[in-house]
Structure formats: structure tokens, C-alpha cells
């Protein structure tokens, strides 16, 4: 009994080493766009309760992260992508100077425009698909979708890329949140952001059922700026360097990341490229960022 029971353990250790041989690991990035520490983890998950009380028990919540760059949206979500601090127009005219993840993963592994998509609620995000870097750019683009009429329509979108292309890396920014914050409507600002935070357990769930997907994916979960505090005018805009826009908020899960775990050190935007670079089995240049995956609590 105990000799078939190890039996059965390895043949499923080594059903999962070879499934992720085969089709790699997996990386999905949600911005939920311009939303604030103190409405997610600063509020103990009052307007995130499936974040909150479903998948912060599976990974690890980084409690003092931070936009240090330009905190708007182009910057903020370049910042991510690229492991660097650009100031960009913010209306998608100027794409970043720096390769981003797409065209690292595309150039290195080989792989056709579909393993990468963005997809978005804003159609100015096109300008994070590939960087101007002459060794990179268009080439190794990423397919861009959006959803021009609201969240929703962008996680249908979303839902297609993944059961047509199973791509390998995906950024998707829900964007309700702060189209509803510069309207100056707090009540849907935060119920943006709670069918934000009910798509985000509904992605998780569906990676979870996803023979693709399942054991060999990374989520991230975080947002491109916060919004300005009191003292700094409040949840209606954004842009400066107030601790309301500076101060955001991480939620990892996946495989290599530590389940219920709160790492209160300070970690910025730009480790989310080496972090990623690494689990993707990329060779980056010597970047701003240090992967997350070793900071300690
Ligand atoms: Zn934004
Ligand atoms: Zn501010």
C-alpha cells in the first residue's frame, strides 16, 4: 500500500515536470488600473474579498510596494514590463525605449506573436506591445486585444486569447477602476474594483481548470499608479509623488511563490521584470529590479 502510494505520488510529480517541459511556464500580469493601498490591502480586503480571503492564503501579498517612477498609466505599467523608470506621454503616442517582457520571452524562446497578449480596456496600452529598442521591437510584438466598452468585454477577450492561443505571457489591465476615479465617483470606483477583484478569482479558477495552464502558472496581481491621498486631493486624480500614488500593492501566486505569506520589505514595480525574466527561464540585462522571488519578509 505505502510502495503504491509513492508510485502514484511520482507519476504525478512526473506528469507535471513533463507537462511544463512541453508547454513551459506560464506568467499572467493584472494591472487593475489606478487603485490605491489603502481600498485593497490597506482596508483588510473589505473591497477585495476574494483576493482578500481566497488567494492570499495560496500566495504572498507585498504590503509596502511601489511606484517610484511616474505614476501614471504608460509609465507605470512600462515599469513593469520593462524593469525601468520611463517618463512616456501618457496617451500611448510614445512607446517605451527599453525591450519589454514580450519581446525578451518572443526573441529568446522562438515563439510566434500569439504566446504574448495584451489585453486591455484602454486602446492606448497598444504602445506597451513592444519597445523602439532596434534590437527588438515590432518583431517580437505582442497581440493586442481590448475590450473598448468595459472590464467584462476585456475578460471576454481575455477568455478568448487563452482558450485559442494558450499564450505563455499576458498582461491584462482592467481599467473601470480609475476611468470611475477620475469621474470623481467613489462608489464606482470601488464597485470596479470589486468586479475587478471577482475576475481576477474567476482567471485564477480557470488557469486552475486548464490543463495548459494548471501547475505551471505565475499570477501577479497589482496596479500601474494609486491615486492621490487626502492631503494631496484625494481619490479623484493621480500623477505625483504622494504617498497615495507611490504607496501600491502586489499579490503573487504560482509555484515558486511562498502561499500565505506577507512581506512587509519594501519592493518596487521594476522587480517585476527580473521576477518574471526569471520565471520564464529569460536572460536579461543587468536591470534596476531584484527578483521577488529571494527578498525575504
Ligand atoms: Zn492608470
Ligand atoms: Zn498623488
Known amino acids: 500500500m505505502k510502495y503504491s502510494m509513492k508510485s502514484l505520488v511520482a507519476l504525478i510529480v512526473l506528469s507535471i515536470i513533463f507537462t511544463t517541459l512541453i508547454y513551459g511556464q506560464h506568467v499572467f ?48 505599467h512600462t515599469a513593469i514590463m520593462t524593469g525601468t523608470w520611463e517618463k512616456l506621454i501618457n496617451d500611448g503616442s510614445e512607446r517605451p525605449a527599453s525591450p519589454t ?11 510566434p506573436e500569439a504566446s504574448c497578449f495584451l489585453v486591455s480596456r484602454k486602446s492606448k496600452l497598444d504602445a506597451l506591445t513592444h519597445s523602439t529598442h532596434r534590437e527588438y521591437g515590432s518583431t ?8 473598448r466598452h468595459s472590464d467584462l468585454q476585456t475578460w471576454k477577450k481575455l477568455v478568448e486569447a487563452m482558450n485559442e492561443h494558450h499564450p505563455r505571457l499576458v498582461m491584462v489591465t482592467f481599467a473601470e477602476t480609475d476611468l470611475n476615479g477620475h469621474a470623481g465617483q467613489w462608489k464606482d470606483y470601488l464597485s470596479a474594483l470589486r468586479q475587478a477583484d471577482s475576475l481576477v478569482n474567476l482567471l485564477w479558477e480557470k488557469i486552475q481548470t486548464d490543463s495548459v495552464y494548471k501547475n505551471s502558472t505565475t499570477m ?35 509555484p515558486d511563490i511562498k502561499p500565505n505569506t506577507r512581506v512587509s520589505k519594501t519592493t518596487y514595480q521594476v522587480d517585476l521584470t527580473p521576477t518574471i525574466g526569471q520565471i520564464l527561464g529569460l536572460k536579461l540585462p543587468t536591470l534596476l529590479g531584484r527578483s521577488l522571488i529571494y527578498v525575504k519578509k
Open 101 to 111: 517582457l514580450f519581446e525578451y520571452l518572443r526573441k529568446q524562446k522562438a515563439l
Open 220 to 254: 501577479f496581481v497589482t496596479t500601474d499608479h494609486g491615486r492621490h491621498d487626502d492631503e494631496h486631493g484625494g481619490f479623484q486624480n493621480h500623477g505625483d509623488s504622494c504617498e497615495g500614488c507611490r504607496h501600491i500593492w502586489l499579490l503573487a501566486i504560482g
Open 29 to 76: 500580469i493584472v494591472v487593475i488600473d489606478g487603485v490605491r493601498y489603502s481600498e485593497t490591502f490597506g482596508s483588510e480586503g473589505q473591497y477585495i474579498p476574494y483576493m482578500w480571503n481566497t488567494l492570499r492564503p495560496q500566495g504572498s501579498i507585498y504590503t509596502s510596494f511601489r511606484n517610484d517612477g511616474y505614476t501614471a498609466t504608460i509609465s507605470g
Open 140 to 147: 517580437y510584438k505582442a497581440s493586442f486585444t481590448y475590450g
